[in-house]
């Protein structure tokens, strides 16, 4: 959650609100329409070459933002 709160970046899901008492802890987060990636595999089937290069790419953009602000996964 504070990872979620702390990075802004196009290919990480955004953290809106966030609520809790002392039973549940409820995330208001962007919808992400197309689902994750497993999901997107698992309707469309294996990704052709250059459809898995770009998402690769925003994957690795990613990564590479959430470590550049101290953050690893």
Same mark, same amino acid.
């Given at each position: 959650?504070?990872?979620?709160?702390?990075?802004?970046?196009?290919?990480?899901?955004?953290?809106? *609100?966030?609520? *809790?008492? $002392?039973? =549940?802890? /409820?995330? /208001?987060? *962007?919808? $992400?329409?197309?689902?994750?990636?497993?999901? =997107?595999?698992?309707q469309n089937g294996l990704l052709l070459e250059d459809h898995a290069r770009a998402m690769y790419y925003q994957l690795v953009s990613a990564i590479n933002y959430a470590h550049s602000q101290g953050w690893y996964h």
């Amino acid at each position: 959650v504070n990872a979620m709160k702390e990075l802004s970046h196009p290919n990480i899901v955004e953290l809106y *609100e966030q609520v *809790e008492d $002392a039973r =549940y802890l /409820c995330l /208001c987060m *962007e919808y $992400a329409p197309k689902g994750d990636l497993l999901q =997107y595999i698992n309707q469309n089937g294996l990704l052709l070459e250059d459809h898995a290069r770009a998402m690769y790419y925003q994957l690795v953009s990613a990564i590479n933002y959430a470590h550049s602000q101290g953050w690893y996964h």
